[in-house]
């Protein structure tokens, strides 16, 4: 986006170059102030937000309730350390995650700063409880970017030049039934792993988005994840459930899994779940949980009171009927129009997702499917100069991504929907 000589956003882009390390990718705006699905930059320019902070916004940015929860917290209590003088909004944070999570069995909780902390200590746990040193993870798995979680991770550019990685990390096939990739496949790669590469009595566990979110929004089917939890039984490896993108109500569900009827043995949960505010959580089964030793787990910040405070505000909306229903008429609403403009535009390649965690996946040519990620870039670059914010997502970065706050008033999201076909149309010609 052109940036205007003598605006804030010009003087803060030559500050951020100065100051800020070149790794940290930046967008060209700079965010003043946002509320529900409106952002508004430091030269007063609006956007509508469909990248939600990267899945974060599921309720919309500064939601009242969450807000006030926030601030009479700070009041009360910012900091203690857990360990150190333990606090009720922990105590209820992870409560609420246990009755929540999937299925009926007693569950335990733990909760961290972020997403890559939750993997981590998910991890940390199968291997403790099992004895087990292996970790299967799938082919554009997205898990995080510490050394464990990038060393999960399937995308270069999240680890280019940052090796040795993490021993024991097993990478199998996943499906992509649009790229001819299907369940049976990914499963008999699976099994044929077991035959020839790990031994599956040293696997402790395995790691699977049920959507991929930073891999293109590619849909595990539930036979997938099915078959998946039968070998987990089989061979006593534990299933671990990144939520992380897919949870917190983004599939029309409160749990992406849920869509397969699968119950994991333990769910990672992070960035809606606090609104904005660093929280993440792994929640499991009781005996697997409590097989560490006290002291074993935890973080100086982790559950942080404030923090907590706005999870159980998040936590009561996002769980809501009517949140959830809303959810469901969202994805409706953008699968629709993601399909109307498939049927007109060859270069939709395939519409996929699970409700309101919905995408395109663009291509040069309908038959090749040869990625079309310069035709991605175009439709971002040209959503921002129509005050729309998008995401691409994808190894080839060749899909556009939609993480609008479920919260979204109609007119913002008809809006944003209408920019994203103005974008696309220009960007094809
Ligand atoms: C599925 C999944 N797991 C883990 C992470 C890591 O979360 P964080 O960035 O909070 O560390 C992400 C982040 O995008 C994610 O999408």
């Not at 003043?32 to 919309?60: K, M, Q, S």
């Not at 009360?76 to 929540?100: G, I, K, T």
């Not at 939750?118 to 099992?130: D, G, L, P, S, W």
């Amino acid at each position: 986006m052109a940036v205007q000589q003598g605006s804030k956003t010009e003087a803060l882009l030559s500050k951020r170059d100065r100051y800020v390390a070149r790794g940290v990718s930046i967008a060209p705006i700079f965010a003043d102030h946002a509320h529900g699905a409106r952002l508004t930059d430091a030269d007063g320019r609006e956007y509508i937000d469909f990248a939600g902070g990267i899945g974060v916004l599921n309720l919309g940015h500064t939601p009242d309730a969450v807000v006030a929860a926030i601030r009479e917290q700070a009041e009360q209590l910012m900091h203690a350390c857990f360990p150190v003088a333990a606090y009720d909004p922990y105590l209820e944070v992870c409560r609420m995650l246990c009755e929540l999570a999937p299925g009926g069995h007693d569950k335990k909780a733990l909760l961290i700063n972020s997403g890559a902390e939750a993997v981590e200590n998910a991890i940390k746990i199968a291997r403790y409880h099992t004895g087990r040193d292996g970790v299967i993870t799938f082919d554009r798995g997205f898990h995080g970017r510490t050394l464990l979680t990038m060393s999960l991770t399937s995308k270069l550019v999240y680890k280019r030049g940052m090796g040795p990685f993490a021993p024991e990390i097993y990478r199998a096939t996943a499906p992509y039934p649009y790229r001819g990739i299907s369940s049976k496949d990914a499963l008999d790669a699976l099994d044929w792993m077991f035959k020839a590469t790990v031994d599956p009595a040293s696997v402790a566990c395995i790691i699977l988005e049920p959507i991929q979110g930073e891999g293109g929004f590619t849909v595990m089917p539930p036979e997938f994840i099915q078959g998946l939890k039968e070998r987990c039984e089989g061979h006593g490896i534990l299933y671990i459930d990144d939520e992380v993108q897919a949870g917190m109500g983004r599939t029309g569900t409160l749990w992406g899994i849920e869509h397969s009827g699968v119950v994991p043995d333990m769910v990672t949960v992070g960035k809606s779940l606090a609104s904005g505010m660093p929280l993440a959580g792994v929640i499991g089964r009781s005996e697997v949980m409590d097989s560490v030793h006290p002291g074993g787990l935890g973080s100086t910040y982790g559950g942080n009171p404030v923090a907590c405070a706005a999870a159980i505000e998040s936590l009561r909306a996002i769980s809501s009927e009517e949140f959830l229903a809303r959810a469901v008429e969202v994805g409706e609403r953008i699968d629709a129009r993601l399909r109307d403009l498939a049927s007109r535009y060859p270069a939709i390649g395939e519409v996929r997702g699970i409700g309101p965690m919905a995408a395109i996946e663009l291509v040069k040519d309908p038959s090749t499917k040869e990625p079309a990620a310069d035709v991605a870039a175009a439709v971002v670059a040209g959503a921002l100069e129509r005050g729309l914010i998008l995401l691409k997502t994808g190894i080839y970065d060749n899909v556009i991504r939609i993480l609008v706050p479920i919260t979204a008033p109609e007119e913002d999201l008809e809006a944003g929907l209408d920019r994203l076909e103005e974008s696309l149309g220009a960007a094809v010609g």
